[in-house]
């Protein structure tokens, strides 16, 4: 049971991941690997200034960290017309240096006593379960609240521009919107969410390690499709809401493979290869689906014939 | 209104595929004139709008829209003012998102700051009311994705995106010519209608002598990157397809004579 609150509350903080690579993916139509160190970059940001006794601080410092390294991406791609997946590339390689040096040349930064959720269940006396379900329900409340932002924000002015530039970039010209601005903006607000997912999860394991962020875009495609999968692609606020859900039924189905032990001793070892199949997978049923629409049926012809 | 003068423009310039796409093009465009432009491929009608537009930049020459020179401002600058109706039904409107986000989008931009809410109820309000003045029966499917609405009525939204707030011009490229004989004469008669309602300048390419001729109030023929024929009042009114087709090669036929002179 323990290990399916812990599994709750880390899919509702990699949800902020999900959530940001929904917007960079379905909103923006931009495979964006920034994500793939910007996670990591928010992680180190938190952690040096939490380190430094400023743990709620540690929260917006990550958000404008994760913005910046989507800035960056973006003036690359629109202003510089870098190809986006380079792009990403670029700024991802470039952050693994600064990530080392904001944790002092160290790989592994730890938050010591300043880590948020430790703060929070030194308030109160707690057996270990109490804490688990404590840590996940302040998780749920952050997540909500980050969401009903979210939702309000894309039904503004600037968040149909931004869905609108993913759409059809040349009717939003023709709107006398700028593009590149849109689409900077979109990223950085979609880096600034993963890098927030990354500060959270330094808070949530007590430090920050560079390795942190690999693999993060994968675990975001796949909860987005899970979430797809299980709830449909049906408009905007679903898809953020269905982000988040999938990354949290993504976590309780690693969790139970390692605790049934279904595959043995590689049950924790095989979780990215596990990760990474059923992404392959459902990213191709469409093609896989097509193809056997389109299979000819020679058996009926016959009949009719 | 719009003047244009000694408009030029040169694709692949000093190489063995120069073309001359506009030459030298003059065009005075009187407020409230609905102009119709005809031409055969290449002779520079797109590549006009283009320029009056802002998707690619003259050469040489000016463009003013209301007395403000706008023959290099950006291309989403000049759109506050600018609307434009293309011929593919998927160009103008935003397929994913629905019928009143995409009008939203083209109404709020200039009244609304960015981070205010897109779509109030008294918007909805006012975009049933406009959608429900063209019969199409969209009135009732604001919540409806533009995906799934066929190409005459994605063209009816694009129109009344571009007009929701009034620009002061309208450029309709083709905008008919991908939809079937039905539904391009359903457009035709709202752009009509759009039109003479708001007192628009208008010009509009199409590559139907006859609706060219019966539509809005001017006329002009463009070739080889100039305008070659410009029929307005009483000429126009008398003016028929194959006096037109008549005209067209007899001027061709000067200039071919005086080209020969000129390279003799």
């Known amino acids: 049971m323990q290990l399916y609150i812990t599994a709750l509350q880390e899919g509702l903080l990699y949800g902020l991941l999900a959530v940001g690579i929904f917007i960079s993916l379905r909103m923006l139509n931009i495979p964006d690997l920034t994500t793939e160190s910007s996670f990591g970059f928010g992680a180190a940001a ?102 009903i932002i979210l939702i309000r924000f894309f039904k503004t002015q600037l968040g149909l521009c931004i869905r609108a530039t993913g759409d059809n970039p040349e009717m939003v010209r023709a709107s006398s919107i700028n593009v ?70 993504y976590k309780i189905i690693v969790t139970f493979v390692v605790q049934m032990n279904l595959f043995g001793d590689y049950s924790a070892t095989l979780m990215k290869l596990m990760c990474a199949v059923i992404v392959a997978i459902t990213l191709s049923i469409p093609a896989i689906r097509e193809k056997r629409q389109n299979r000819y049926n020679g058996k009926e012809r016959g009949e009719n014939a | 209104m719009l003047n244009i003068s000694k408009l030029s423009k040169t694709f692949s310039p000093n190489s063995q595929f120069e073309r001359h796409v506009l030459n030298g093009l003059d065009l005075e465009l009187k407020d409230g004139e609905f102009v119709t432009i005809i031409g055969s491929n290449g002779a520079g009608k797109s590549t006009l709008f283009n320029a009056i537009c802002g998707s690619i930049l003259p050469d040489s020459g000016a463009i003013t829209l209301n007395g403000r020179d706008i023959t290099l401002m950006p291309e989403h600058k000049r759109a506050k003012f600018i609307g434009r109706v293309f011929q593919d039904p998927m160009k103008g409107t935003a397929p994913s998102m629905t019928i009143e986000e995409n009008l939203a989008l083209a109404y709020s931009r200039s009244r609304k700051g960015i981070l205010s809410t897109a779509i109030t109820r008294k918007d909805r309000e006012f975009f049933k009311a406009s959608l429900a003045e ?18 005459g009525q994605r063209q009816v939204v694009t129109l009344l995106m571009c007009t929701i707030v009034t620009p002061e011009l309208l450029l309709l490229d083709e905008h008919t010519a991908a939809l079937d004989p039905a539904a391009a004469e359903k457009i035709m008669e709202i752009t009509n209608s759009i039109v003479s309602k708001n007192h628009l300048s208008a010009l509009m ?25 410009d029929l307005s009042g009483e000429e126009r009114a008398k003016m028929t397809v194959d006096q037109l087709l008549h005209l067209y090669s007899e001027k061709k036929k000067l200039e071919l004579d005086e080209d020969s002179i000129l390279f003799s």
């Open chain 1, 46 to 147: 938190a952690a040096v200034t939490a380190a430094a006794g400023h743990p709620i601080l540690s929260l917006p410092v990550a958000l404008v960290a994760g913005a910046l390294a989507g800035f960056v991406t973006g003036l690359l791609q629109t202003k510089l017309r870098v190809h986006p997946v380079l792009a990403g590339i670029i700024t991802m390689s470039g952050l693994y240096s600064i990530n080392l040096i904001v944790m002092h040349n160290t790989p592994n930064l730890p938050l010591g006593d300043n880590a948020i959720f430790k703060l929070l269940y030194a308030c109160f006396e707690l057996s270990a379960i109490q804490k688990k379900i404590l840590g996940a329900v302040v998780s749920a409340v952050f997540c909500v609240i980050m969401l």
């Open chain 1, 180 to 249: 590149h601005a849109v689409k900077i903006t979109g990223l950085c607000i979609s880096n600034a969410l993963v890098a927030l997912s990354g500060a959270l999860i330094a808070h949530y394991s007590g430090y920050s390690d560079i390795h942190s962020s690999n693999g993060t875009l994968v675990y975001g495609l796949a909860a987005v499709i899970i979430g797809e999968a299980i709830f449909g692609r049906r408009g905007v606020t679903l898809g953020l809401i269905s982000s988040v859900l999938g990354s949290i039924i």
């Open chain 2, 205 to 229: 390419i199409t590559h139907n002598i006859k609706s060219a001729l019966s539509t809005g109030d001017r006329t002009i023929m463009l070739d080889a990157g100039k305008i070659i024929i």
């Open chain 2, 134 to 151: 063209y019969g199409m029966g969209l009135e009732d499917r604001l919540t409806t994705k533009l995906s799934l609405l066929s190409g």
